[in-house]
């Protein structure tokens, strides 16, 4: 899943150039490319589907060659994650009926690769088995308010030492109860990472989606040929908006989680992003051509050509990218979003 | 005289367009063009002259249109204002041994320019009869400490009530000092504005830097020739690097001072550029495109095609110029040289 647009990272990540085509990270790779490498170990290249904006097209065959075009799905307008995932199950179906499924988002770091992937054919192997969705949880290691929570269900039996079926979904909690969900230890981070036949997926669309299931269905025979785009460019627009949590997890009753702790974020704030960089001896998060004085605790970009001196400035985003430069102190962060309301109302499209 | 580097302003003002040619208060027009302007109306076109590096002759002609290449003064090297002066007054000389001469800085603010005309006039007028050098003096209204000051001698009588006879010429002066200055009453800015006949120019000259005038004299035959600039080049580099101001005003005795009141700055630092702009409610100098929150008392200076979004930032200078962003809080201001320094020393002169 590669559609969002990230205006959380703006002015870093514009809709020409979102988080997941970035490398905010300074890793010296973009998200997408790391996703990519990350399943790549185990699952052939010709498996892979990427579904993204039709406008971002291009874009993901650059960051991953080794795909052909026609696995690139190309939404007409964004959905939200249901009709992202309705559409790849689709296209599986139509190839391999029998199919085992991973979604994942395209922009998610993982530090522990070999762990992850261990996690997930261990997953593979189980959701490949029964008629269940899995999903992974990872362990809290504090009360972040700005995750989701998948609460495990610990008076049924488990499958195995890290497998728990889950008893709910939970929205993100304020912070009183955020802390009440990571001491219970029953609580664990919803990634958004799920494993399931499509045979499975299909059953639980056509149960708890069935308007998007049947808009889907009215295109079968269109799938995998010629005429798949513009018969995709017809329904996506109707389909409903809405993720595949809030549309289907949250209402069934044969899902999974797979414990993690492989160490995962999902780069949503710039905190995060601060929290997972490398710092300077100051605790600056700071490019090349960055000269600071007196200066702490601040995330600093400009682009590779530009030059950047700063003195006294303590806790500040300074975000100098594509003719847009902004300057934000770190526990405003939230406010970006009012940044990018504020630009595109004053000039337009322009720098957004 | 329009040969400076400007780097006080780093980094809007560059090697490469330093401050004469910038028009950092947002008048419309740059401090060069505002100073011809001001002079066209009682001095005739042809009889300016211009003296600056041979590196801005070009921008100089673009701002000033009306004046042939010829009266743009070409130095092969800065070397303060003495050889500065000293050139013109050899050409003036050979044009015309009776002239009298204005000398006066090319990016300096006045105000009142009526009043700063019937001052010039009032002064030719007073230094044409008289074998004097006159100089301006700015009443002060605070005592600042970024102006060298002139101190008028009261017991010698008068030409005019406003003209006095100079007692002394002071270096920049500490805060305390400044403070006894203002409230003397006798101690004027010292505007960097002379009036004189060339001929008695060239005799101070004589008498209190003979090796320069002894410099400047052996290429007469060749000033307003072809061959005048080979010359230049030969003896410029080889000028003591002196000003008018250490060189002869403060060792000559017929040095008047005009006291005046038309409104004068140099614009010399990020605070007088604060000081004369104008600002928005909340207290901010800034240029369009630029979207402030919580944010009071700053300068933000970004280049017309680029976006400025500033949340929570007080009292701090912001400029996003020709690939260097720079922030740096105001009463910080004389660490840009430091900045200027560091930045050459890490990058060379790519960004200076």
Redesign the interface.
């Known amino acids: 899943m590669a559609g969002g647009v990230g205006s959380r990272f703006w002015?870093m990540s514009r809709q020409s150039m979102p988080k997941q085509f970035l490398d905010i990270l300074g890793t010296g790779k973009s998200f997408i490319r790391h996703t990519y490498e990350r399943f790549a170990k185990i699952i052939p290249d010709k498996n892979f589907l990427v579904v993204t904006n039709i406008k971002y097209k291009k874009l993901v065959l650059e960051h991953i060659p080794e795909i052909k075009p026609e696995q690139v799905l190309a939404e007409p307008v964004g959905r939200n994650t249901a009709p992202c995932i309705a559409y790849a199950a689709w296209k599986l179906k139509k190839t391999n009926p029998n199919a085992s499924m991973v979604v994942t988002p395209a922009d998610h770091l993982i530090l522990n690769e070999d762990e992850f992937r261990n996690v997930i054919k261990e997953c593979i192997e189980f959701a490949g088995k029964e008629d269940i969705m899995m999903t992974i949880g990872i362990k809290p290691n504090r009360p972040d308010t700005g995750y989701g929570y998948i609460q495990i269900d610990n008076k049924t039996p488990q499958p195995n030492e890290h497998i728990y079926k889950v008893k709910t979904f939970t929205e993100k909690p304020n912070s009183e109860m955020a802390q009440i969900f990571v001491d219970s230890g029953e609580f664990f981070w919803n990634s958004g990472i799920f494993i399931w036949k499509v045979s499975t997926i299909m059953k639980a669309m056509e149960q708890f989606l069935p308007e998007m299931h049947h808009q889907f269905r009215s295109i079968e025979q269109f799938y995998n040929t010629d005429e798949e785009q513009s018969h995709i460019e017809q329904i996506y627009p109707e389909c409903r908006n809405i993720s595949i949590d809030f549309g289907i997890m949250e209402k069934a009753t044969n899902v999974y989680v797979r414990c993690s702790d492989f160490g995962w974020s999902d780069i949503g704030t710039w905190n995060s992003l601060y929290q997972y960089s490398q710092k300077d001896d100051s605790g600056n998060v700071i490019n090349k051509?960055c000269?600071t004085?007196n200066t702490e605790r601040c995330i600093i970009k400009?682009e590779n050509?530009?030059?950047?001196?700063?003195?006294?400035?303590k806790d500040?985003i300074?975000i100098?990218s594509g003719?847009?430069?902004?300057?934000?102190?770190k526990d405003?962060e939230q406010?970006v979003k009012k940044?990018v309301d504020?630009?595109k109302f004053?000039?337009g499209d322009k720098?957004i």
Chains 1, 2 share one sequence.
């Open positions: 002015p051509n000269i004085y400009n050509d530009s030059l950047t001196v700063i003195e006294g400035l500040y300074v100098n003719g847009v430069l902004m300057i934000c102190p405003k406010d940044f504020d630009v004053k000039t720098y």
